[in-house]
């Protein structure tokens, strides 16, 4: 039998057990940089399967190594993040969450349960291939400063270093059985803006005595819109968005301030750059003209996600040649923001998508609501894939 068929097969038998990984996951989700139950149960799963090469990382993450029967210099990264969200789930099942206000909305026990998945079959199989398979198992995936970014500062990426990456990220987008693909630049990055425009209050009657800062934050987001119209170049995608405004006033009470928040994504870091400076200067300029002022706080948040396109162009063929020619889709930009592209910055990566929609099933609700699942017909594809991904990768 091909090696091929022999992970298919593997991984269609363990398809329970890796379902029984993901509602323990999603039974018990922890936010943020709080993983410690999840890091405890996956290294447990992980000495279950016989792999010994463990070691703790960032407070509450995982790396370990799976060696081939042959050691060459290639090694290959696979990487699953762990945390949650703060949200209160609604969904009705024997595996919904046990901790009330957090959720696994966002698929991310899927991800740590298909690497578990995948390295069973990696482990069992070792006999049969050559090089090294490096598993991150990441904290803090939702929050800044992102896990990865403290993962690659504690060494995550060195001693041994992996010549490339692959990632895979749920899709409830994509029907299941099918994965996505973009080779290039693919996801942005992400920058949260935190505006306090300053006035002086008083009585709604009385206009003439106050510097209104609820008129003066009005025109700031309509003129900040600018920046993106007339001020990005056209073909790279940009967006700035305010989705918090909060003035303390009354019917008649003008406040004495106005504070905004908002997000600023794009996939150029130059233009990222610029963008911040025309934002801090449009903002107390449209301010200052009016009488008031603007105090401008930006956030630096991940950078953009750039799969390497060789890779990610092997990657697709690869995953065409497992699943099947018509299983494989290409993606369009997707301008959320993920925490890998950290590790897109390092070295030559490939971020994917996981196909987990069932219509049919009514299983259809995005991430990051408290009705999301998966069909969990795309728990064997996710362990499968990675596993013949990163295999293929090392040249087997």
């Not at 509450?60 to 699953?80: E, F, M, P, S, Y």
């Not at 970014?149 to 990632?167: D, R, T, V």
């Not at 099947?324 to 998508?353: H, N, T």
Request: hydrophobic share 40%; proline share 5%.
């Amino acid at each position: 039998m091909s090696l091929k068929n022999k992970i298919k097969e593997r991984a269609a038998q363990i398809h329970e057990e890796i379902r029984g990984n993901r509602h323990h996951i999603h039974r018990n989700p922890e936010l943020s940089f709080e993983e410690f139950q999840t890091q405890a149960y996956v290294r447990l799963q992980l000495e279950a399967i016989g792999i010994t090469e463990i070691e703790p990382i960032a407070n509450t993450g995982l790396i370990a190594l799976i060696k081939g029967k042959d050691q060459h210099d290639k090694i290959v990264a696979l990487r699953a993040d762990m945390d949650a969200l703060p949200i209160l789930e609604q969904n009705k099942t024997d595996y919904t969450s046990q901790n009330p206000g957090v959720m696994h909305a966002c698929g991310h026990d899927v991800h740590t349960s298909s690497l578990l998945g995948a390295a069973r079959i990696l482990n069992e199989t070792r006999g049969e291939w050559s090089g090294s398979v490096k598993l991150l198992f990441q904290p803090g995936e939702e929050q800044a400063p992102g896990g990865a970014s403290i993962m690659i500062k504690e060494g995550a990426l060195q001693n041994p270093k992996p010549a490339s990456i692959i990632g895979q990220h749920v899709m409830p987008f994509l029907p299941v059985g099918s994965v996505g693909f973009r080779p290039g630049l693919y996801m942005a990055s992400t920058d949260e803006l935190y505006l306090t425009v300053k006035g002086k209050g008083g009585h709604g009657a009385m206009p003439q005595y106050n510097i209104d800062p609820v008129l003066i934050a009005a025109h700031i987001i309509t003129g900040l819109q600018q920046i993106v119209s007339r001020n990005a170049f056209p073909i790279v995608p940009t967006v700035l968005s305010f989705g918090k405004v909060i003035a303390e006033g009354a019917t008649n009470v003008i406040p004495n301030e106005v504070k905004m928040e908002g997000t600023f994504r794009t996939l150029d870091e130059k233009w990222r750059k610029e963008a911040h400076e025309k934002i801090r200067t449009m903002a107390k300029g449209i301010a200052q003209s009016m009488g008031g002022d603007c105090e401008v706080e930006i956030r630096n948040g991940y950078p953009y996600l750039k799969n390497d396109e060789k890779l990610t162009l092997k990657a697709m063929d690869w995953a065409r040649d497992y699943l099947g020619e018509d299983k494989v889709v290409d993606l369009d930009i997707w301008m959320a923001a993920e925490d890998f592209a950290y590790y897109s910055q390092e070295m030559p990566a490939c971020f994917y998508r996981l196909g987990t929609r069932n219509e049919e099933r009514g299983i259809v609700s995005s991430v990051h609501t408290p009705t999301f699942d998966i069909d969990e017909d795309a728990l064997p594809i996710g362990a499968g894939l990675m596993a013949w991904l990163a295999l293929k990768e090392l040249g087997n």
